[in-house]
């Protein structure tokens, strides 16, 4: 990875060995008098070093002065300084345009310096210089069609050509054990079983090439190569299965593309049809969900879902939900970084700010949100089960609401016919005073709150419940006589319990009971279900009055905001907590509502025959509920839906949303106009059409960058580093090819082979290059430390999926069937509006899977995987970093994982010699006579658990020869 | 670094060590990372290490630290220009003053809300800016934007950035902590402190006073003698592979990090012991507080201090939580009862975050850190429809910077007559933290990194040094 800061020193090195050209006087006067100036006051903004070239214009060299600038033509006009568009800057007698700029003018003897220069024909020794390039254009290497003709007809030519230009030689055939290790890592992403290696071994000796030949195809066909492979994959394209942003809701629905990825992979899908999938696949197999899935890609970023009622931010958040499906669509396929084409033109490729509109205008109609995916049959199979259930559903409700409603009407009537005299409740405060009565407990029965007159529990079948709508802020219990005090208070020795609505885990204070007797009138208790308080006192204690509030010293409308009151309900005390007596009731207060006190009759009008048939009413409804819920789903994917664009796609002015510029059409991106056939739709084109052609272009023969960006990334999984070290980005900053050539040619053999990966990776893993010695040689290292030119196989780390699911399988506890379905998670989960997740400590065997099935979550931190770099999923991460740290050691040594899985593999040791049965699982090789004596050491004080231990922590585990 | 330390980590170790020193061990794991940290400073430093205090929810301004008069005698009368504005949750009723007046603190007269009494005391030491502006109405967006210079998630947040940059400074303590509140994460939770596309270890480790380090004490049930054996086998075998594997600079580096990772395990849970502090440390912060969402704040203000003082680079102090179920009840989100909502959130933050700075400037921390104080963005000057909050003001809210190289008793930029937006030398997130990398030595234009095509820095491609806040 490059890094850091600019360089600048070489460039002006490479300026002052080449000043030959002038007359020697001139030269110094240029020295003297002119380049320390242009040095000081113009580089800043007009050379190869500056950090924003200002009107595309270079003072660092003749060449530069002679072109000119954005204004056209030369700056400096020899012998004419009147006529010279710099001396009229620095003089300040250009209108609109003084040079340097806010800040003074240069002094007159400067000035009168830069004339003279110009007059004596503007000596320059800086011409031997040619202009660098300080950004690419269609000339660059990457828009070029992709070679047919090559030099070489083996990788291993290649290679060798390379490394014998500087010198330098591939290394021998690697050691048996490191190869077979090392390939089905590489191929599979975990390791050899001892029996494995052995017969490798053996084979080998017999036919080292058939050997290879048989093992890269074993490894090829097993389904373990989707696994690794897939997960490559997943990075690439930014699959995450949490939405991100402040909400970042888990995603339980995106695991089908998961699984479509890993399947297409192993059953060696042409890729092309493949990429076509993840943008139109919808479109190409409606009504075939295998295909349809595949679109899923377009919605597996981040996706903001926060409700905002601003109309700017929502349009900022359309414009950000569609730059992530941009910026993936760009870099995975391409190669190109066309997001940084949204403000403003490219400033280092030759994209314009319109093929980024372009590409925006492709994925106008798609939003973000699940889709059932299903057959025809399917649909119709479902439709027709549900049917008579639903017909069933609706009769028995409406029978139900028949019989509330007389219920209803009579209640009434009976309403009607009563007064009441007692006040409304008062959500700021409520009084229940009664004879002096001793309690030890007291508790609160809640029927009903202001906002809805049915049952507190709202477990009536089909009615709206109010569950979860009320709430409490202070419930006070007041003792009798001259004394009298709140003795409910928690501060008093008093205890208070019932349910809540709401749980925040990482705060679980949050919404309890025990906010009622805090003696402050701020946090609310969340009242849930039973609607039920409970007061313990200290002691028994003699009372005459209870008091409760929801909203102390609001006014109304924050008395609103608070939430609904309690206004139903009854107040029982009890000595013992056995025999209950009721001191007070809101039966006798006038209602809230006239509902609540048609509710309320409902209590005493309703006869025994009624409720026995409302309960079994209630009781069909919830039978035939259950039945519904037994007919299969069709499935859901989150796999995004798509509605026509109601207007046309527009440039946004310096990126912003609020400032159209002009209508671009669906097309074709010009930034390969010049070599991959162009295409512009009709404005009015269907959406999905749109997305069609644009994977038919990303995927055409003509189009070089597809198959040269996927080639590297197959490439890249063998070596660790690509051919080009920046895998999705083939533009100007990015890393030039270490092998043009090579490259071309794996590209072109992608194509010619029918877009298939496992050709590739064959011929790639059968080569002289990939089966060479990971042995480190001082010569060769001092040349290419990084072994770029592959002069040894670069030794390497485990990936963090490697890594886990290593020590799963050296522990014999690693499950492998079934592959696919619903994720695994490391964290728990939770949601109280917003979502967090937390680390978990134990790892339980439903998560002795794959870790490519875990459910990575975005923002999320889990043990071992995240320590071992495991990205988090906001942007695409086509190249794993690759970290030590401490807190890798302290994981690695400290979590239960390891010590579960220590605990597993000293379990299936060989009883009459576990230190060579752990050498085996672990490393596949015979202990060294003086490992096998510390080990027998350490085994013999300290238990074979410790030395697992050990062993799951050793670097030979980790890294890969 | 006393002997009786030293025996105990080399009995700890075993006979085991590399040979090398700490300083020596983190040396070589820093320069095992092939994206070489640019590692020190470009120009002579102000400061050294950065405490940032930051109270999400969208803390406003107009009721803590912008003094409105105006809005005082206008309240409950219609905002000119604002009658139809609609805001994050919709529409705005009339102007509302604030609940709390604002008095003059300190030489300079500040006006400070006398919602925060002990915080007006450091008034003639903080360097206001006034006049801070967010490109997003949104919680999760606006508090990663604060910490990242972007709203989506993927940056380097400033600590990774500084992490990167500058390296450790310490060899047994992580270089950047993000102290949460006990109430929980901040919206966007672990993104705020995220390494982005910069290498992991420069993220945030987690840690408060109520939260310890993940992973890190021996686990229960192994005792000493038996760490210390698998240790000594685990460094046989590593020492093997590594003579075995010439030229694989990885190995040695590994070999240190669990070493290192060692002596963080001693020294770790030392610097989280408060109960080293004296009783009149405890009550200066308010440790024993009956109100325990305050006595917990209180602690990791202690903590902050104690992590600062060890050399930890970038501590990120979090006063309050995410968005929940109730609006500003975890956090600063005062939509619909401001009042109510501040008289719970004001208290937690004020008497500790002040025991904090003056602890830290009597023993003289002051000269190496540097203290932000940073919110997402702002609240409207009106009421929010229907309530007595306010709503998300993203044009306008301030933040403040104190302690070394700021110069006390600032007050940049400034907002129109009600607070409604930023008006006078508008600040972006930018420029803030273009002045933070400054104070630390680091040109903001200079320090990049490559990503994905570009050459990234912290402040994108803005931003500017807020001079007039240079001491």
């Known amino acids: 990875m490059k890094s850091g800061f600019i360089p600048c020193a070489p460039f002006f090195g490479l300026i002052m060995a080449t000043g030959f050209a002038a007359d ?103 011409d031997g210089v040619k202009l660098v390039a300080k950004r690419g254009d269609a000339s660059w290497w990457s828009l070029q069609p992709v070679a047919t003709r090559f030099p070489h007809r083996s990788i291993d030519d290649f290679i060798e050509a390379a490394l014998a230009a500087k010198g330098l030689q591939r290394s021998g055939e690697a050691e048996p054990r490191a190869l077979i290790r090392r390939m089905t890592y590489d191929v599979t992403g975990l390791p050899p079983t001892a029996a494995e290696v052995a017969a490798f071994v053996a084979a080998q000796r017999a036919d080292s090439d058939g050997a290879v030949a048989a093992l890269a ?68 197999g409606k009504d075939n969900p295998a295909m349809e899935v595949g679109s899923a890609f377009l919605v597996a970023g981040p996706y903001d879902d926060v409700g905002n009622q601003s109309v700017e931010a929502q349009a900022n958040i359309r414009a950000a939900t569609l730059d992530d499906i941009i910026t993936a669509t760009s870099g995975a396929f391409l190669g190109l970084t066309v997001s940084c084409a949204r403000c403003h033109h490219h400033k280092f490729d030759p994209i314009p700010t319109e093929d980024y509109y372009r590409l925006r205008a492709a994925f106008e109609g798609v939003k973000h949100g699940r889709r059932v995916l299903a057959t025809r049959e399917e649909r119709a199979a479902f439709a027709t089960a549900m049917a008579p259930l639903n017909a069933r ?186 025999a209950w007596q009721t001191v007070a009731s809101g039966d006798d207060r006038v209602p809230w509502t006239p509902e609540h006190g048609v509710e309320r009759m409902r209590r005493a009008v309703i006869t025994a025959e009624e409720e026995t048939q409302l309960a079994e009413l209630e009781k069909q409804i919830t039978d035939v509920q259950g039945e519904i819920n037994r007919v299969p789903k069709l499935p859901q994917v989150w796999a995004g839906t798509y509605t026509e664009p109601k207007t046309a796609t527009f440039v946004h002015k310096g990126g912003d949303p609020m400032k159209p510029g002009e209508a671009v059409a669906p097309a074709s991106l010009a930034v390969l106009g010049h070599v991959a056939k162009a295409y512009v739709l009709p404005p009015e084109t269907a959406e999905g059409q749109r997305r069609l052609a644009l994977a038919q272009w990303i995927t055409a023969p003509d189009n070089p960058l597809t198959p040269r960006v996927l080639a590297n990334r197959v490439w890249q999984s063998h070596f660790g580093t690509g051919i080009v070290d920046t895998p999705s980005d083939f533009g100007f900053l990015g890393a030039r090819p270490t092998h043009p050539e090579l490259l071309d040619y794996l590209a072109q053999r992608l194509v010619a082979g029918g877009w298939k990966l496992k050709a590739l990776h064959r011929e790639i893993l059968l080569s002289k290059t990939y089966r060479q010695s990971a042995a480190y040689r001082e010569t060769a290292a001092r040349e290419d430390k990084e072994a770029r030119l592959l002069w040894r196989f670069p030794p390497r780390r485990l990936s963090a999926e490697e890594l886990r699911d290593t020590m799963l399988s050296v522990a014999g506890q690693l499950k492998l069937e079934p592959m696919g379905g619903p994720g695994f998670r490391l964290y728990k989960f939770t949601q109280n509006n917003v979502c967090t997740y937390f680390p978990l400590d134990t790892h339980g065997p439903e998560t002795y899977r794959r870790a490519v099935y875990h459910q990575n979550a975005r923002a999320s931190v889990v043990d071992v995987l995240t320590d071992f770099d495991l990205p988090d999923i906001a942007l695409a991460a086509p190249k794993r970093a690759n970290t030590t740290t401490p807190l890798q050691a302290l994981t ?63 670097n030979e585990l980790l890294y890969l020869d | 670094m006393t002997h009786s330390l030293d025996l105990t ?113 450091h008034a003639d030491e903080m360097a206001f800016i006034h006049s801070m502006v967010s490109r997003t109405n949104t919680h999760g967006p606006g508090c990663v934007a604060m910490n990242t210079c972007f709203t989506r998630e993927g940056f380097p947040s400033a600590g990774s950035w500084l992490s990167y940059a500058l390296g450790s400074l310490n060899d047994d303590l992580p270089t950047y902590i993000a102290i949460q509140d006990l109430r929980g994460e901040p919206p966007n939770g672990k993104a705020n402190w995220g390494n982005g596309f910069l290498s992991a270890q420069h993220q945030a480790v987690s840690m408060a006073a109520h939260q310890p380090l993940r992973n890190l004490a021996r686990p229960a049930g192994i005792p000493p003698e038996q760490e210390r054996a698998t240790r000594d086998f685990l460094q046989l075998m590593n020492a093997e592979h590594a003579a075995a594997h010439e030229g694989h600079d990885e190995l040695r580096a590994r070999m240190a990090a669990y070493e290192l990772a060692a002596k963080m395990q001693l020294t770790a849970p030392a610097v989280s012991d408060l109960s080293r502090e004296p ?85 003289g921390l002051l000269q190496d850190v540097l203290v932000v104080w940073c919110t997402e963005f702002g609240r409207m000057p009106t009421h929010q429809d229907g309530t007595s909050g306010r709503d998300h003001n993203p044009d306008a809210f301030t933040t403040w910077m104190m302690g070394a190289g700021v110069r006390g008793g600032v007050s940049y930029g400034a907002t129109d007559d009600f607070g409604r937006r930023s008006v006078q030398d508008v600040t972006t997130v930018h420029d803030f933290y273009a002045t933070v990398l400054h104070l630390l030595g680091l040109d903001h234009e200079k320090l990049t990194y490559y990503h994905n095509g570009a050459n990234r820095r912290l402040t994108d491609v803005h931003g500017h040094v807020i001079k007039p806040l240079l001491a």
Not at chain 1, 432 to 454: D, L, Q
Not at chain 2, 16 to 31: D, H, P
């Open chain 2, 279 to 363: 009783a009149h440390v405890h009550a200066l912060y308010g440790t024993g507080d009956r109100n325990a969402l305050k006595a917990a704040y209180a602690k990791n203000c202690l903590l902050a201090r104690r992590f600062l003082e060890k050399g930890v680079r970038y501590v990120s102090l979090y006063c309050a939580s995410r968005a929940s179920a109730v609006d500003g009840l975890l956090n600063w989100d005062a939509h619909k009862t401001l009042q109510a909502d501040y008289e719970r959130h004001g208290p937690i933050f004020d008497q500790p975050t002040a025991a904090l700075l003056t602890d830290l400037k009597q023993r």
């Open chain 1, 24 to 126: 020697t006087a001139d030269v110094a006067f240029f020295e003297q008098k002119i380049r320390p100036v242009l040095v000081e006051h113009c580089y800043s903004c007009h050379s190869a070093d500056a950090t924003k070239l200002k009107a595309n214009l270079y003072l660092d060299s003749k060449a530069g002065w002679e072109k000119g600038g954005d204004g056209g033509g030369p700056v400096i006009i020899p012998g004419q300084p009147e006529a010279s568009l710099l001396i009229r800057v620095i003089q300040h007698v250009e209108a609109d345009l003084a040079m340097p700029p806010k800040k003074p003018k240069l002094p007159d003897a400067v000035i009168a310096d830069f004339v003279t220069w110009v007059k004596i024909g503007a000596p320059d020794p800086r």
């Open chain 2, 9 to 121: 980590r080399r009995a700890f170790l075993g006979h085991m060590s590399t040979g090398l020193t700490g300083v020596a061990l983190a040396r070589l794991l820093a320069g095992e990372l092939r994206a070489s940290s640019p590692s020190g400073p470009q120009f002579a430093p102000k400061a050294k290490q950065v405490l940032q205090i930051f109270c999400p929810g969208g803390a406003s301004h107009v009721d803590l630290w912008d003094h409105k008069p105006l809005l005082e005698k206008f309240h409950g009368t219609p905002m000119p220009g604002g009658e139809t504005e609609v805001t994050f949750q919709g529409k705005n009723g009339n102007l509302m003053k604030s609940p709390w007046a604002f008095a003059p603190a300190g030489q300079t007269g500040k006006m400070i809300s006398t919602l925060l009494p002990h915080m007006a005391g």
């Open chain 1, 393 to 578: 559903k609706a009769q028995l409700t409406a029978e139900l609401d028949a019989l509330d409603q007389t219920i209803d009407s009579r209640a009434r009537t009976e309403l009607g016919l009563r007064t009441y005299v007692r006040p409304k409740i008062d959500p700021q405060q409520t009084v229940e005073s009664f004879a002096p009565v001793p309690a030890r407990y007291v508790r609160f029965t809640i029927r009903a709150f202001t906002s809805n007159p049915k049952t507190g529990d709202g477990s009536r079948a089909g009615k709206p419940g109010t569950r979860g709508a009320g709430r409490l802020t202070e419930f006070e219990v007041w003792r009798a006589g001259a004394g009298a005090r709140n003795v409910a208070l928690a501060s008093q020795g008093g205890r208070a319990e019932g349910a809540r609505s709401s749980v925040a885990e990482d705060f679980p204070e949050a919404y309890g009971p025990q906010f009622t007797i805090d003696g402050l009138f701020g946090e609310q208790w969340f009242i849930g279900n039973p609607a039920e308080l409970t007061i313990t006192l200290a002691q028994v204690e003699t009372i005459d009055r209870i008091t409760f509030s929801n909203a102390k010293g609001l006014n109304i409308e924050e008395g609103q905001a608070r939430g609904a009151t309690p206004c139903e309900y009854d107040i029982r005390v009890s000595r013992d907590g056995v």
């Open chain 1, 217 to 284: 195809d074993r490894l090829l066909a097993s389904p373990r190569y989707g696994e690794r492979w897939g997960r490559h994959w997943l990075d690439v394209i930014r699959f995450g299965e949490s939405h991100g942003f402040e909400r970042n809701v888990i995603n339980d629905d995106l695991w089908p593309f998961r699984d479509y990825v890993i399947r297409s992979i192993n059953e060696d899908r042409p890729f092309d049809t493949f990429i076509v999938e993840h943008l139109a696949g919808d479109v190409l």
């Open chain 1, 892 to 954: 690695l040594l400290n979590h239960r994982f390891t010590l579960e899985m220590a605990a597993a593999l000293s379990a299936r040791l060989l009883r009459d010699d576990p230190v060579a049965s752990a050498y085996r699982f672990t490393l596949q090789r015979e202990p060294t006579a003086r490992e096998r004596t510390a080990a027998l050491n350490l085994l013999a004080t300290h238990g074979v658990e410790s030395f697992c231990r050990a062993l799951l922590n050793a």
